[in-house]
């Protein structure tokens, strides 16, 4: 994919992301969840170097039909595209709390954590993230115990802070 070709979803990208039928791997979906038709390809391959995906994830998810160039050859992508790309170590700190998160869901919630999911999905930070850890925390109270839950949020926001 070009520099400046700025990838979308396809509709089996979303779809992707709502079912995770395909069970891709960390790197691979933290990408696709990145892809919004306003990064460019040059963008979302900094953030792919601060992750430690491979250098052909975009490649890999064009391959699996979960994104495609929506740019008409030689048109400016937006111009907020051009915004830096977060830090590896923003990047890596997003990904290990959409990670832990995402899997205390599936443990602690199961089904009953579903739209919890869609809004971690949503979150395109590890601010954002720590934005929802009250939630979190208070299901897992619901779920399990309250002792699990604080437990588990001292951990997240020790995390956030090293």
């Known amino acids: 994919m070009r520099d400046m070709s700025v990838p979308n979803k396809t509709a089996a990208g979303r779809d992707e992301i ?21 990064r460019t390809a040059r963008h979302l391959q900094d953030v792919i170097s601060g992750l430690h995906a491979p250098a052909d994830t975009l490649d890999q998810l064009v391959s699996l039909g979960l994104i ?23 990047a890596s700190r997003y990904s290990v709390l959409y990670a832990l998160m995402s899997d205390a869901v599936r443990e602690h919630l199961g089904m009953r954590g579903y739209f919890l999911q ?14 929802l850890l ?29």
């Open 18 to 38: 709502e079912s995770r039928a395909r069970r891709l791997p960390t790197q691979l979906r933290s990408i696709l969840l990145l892809v919004d038709g306003q």
């Open 68 to 90: 495609a160039d929506t740019a008409p050859a030689g048109a400016n992508p937006p111009a907020f595209a051009e915004v830096p790309a977060p830090s590896p170590a923003a």
């Open 118 to 131: 869609l809004k971690i999905e949503r979150c395109g930070n590890a601010d954002e993230l720590l934005a």
């Open 134 to 162: 009250p939630d979190l925390s208070a299901a897992v109270a619901k779920a399990r115990d309250m002792g699990q839950a604080v437990e588990f949020e001292q951990r997240m926001r020790a995390f956030a802070q090293a």
